[in-house]
């Protein structure tokens, strides 16, 4: 028998109702620790990152706004996020790459480092 936590529990029920289209958008977007409609645009191909991610800051508690124009998700959905891109070895290299090169475009080179590795 295994037990997840509290939070975990929420994250996969929140998850499960969410339109598939939303559920690829956070998985992919989730390969970086903030974003803004750019990285949604690298990341997720979507052109309309922002309002994507306004309209979940509303309907969701774990996607938090941090300005006008970022957000990140609760650390622990986050790493929900991460589990469920880990599930597909080929994506997850996909967005690890995309995520390095956003953070080399905004010249934040530990970041495009750390995802390279």
Known sequence: MTFESPTREL???LFDRLSQEDRGFLVRTSAVDQMD???CLMLANVLDG???LERLSRETPFVERL???WFKYHDEFRDFLLSKLRE???LYRECFLKAAQYYEDEK???QAIVKYL
Do not use: D
Request: glycine share 12%; hydrophobic share 35%; net charge positive.
């Open 37 to 39: 409609a750019k990285a």
């Open 88 to 90: 597909n070895e080929t």
């Open 11 to 13: 994250a996969q029920l």
């Open 50 to 52: 922002q309002a994507r």
């Open 67 to 69: 300005g006008p124009h």
């Open 108 to 110: 934040g080179w530990k």
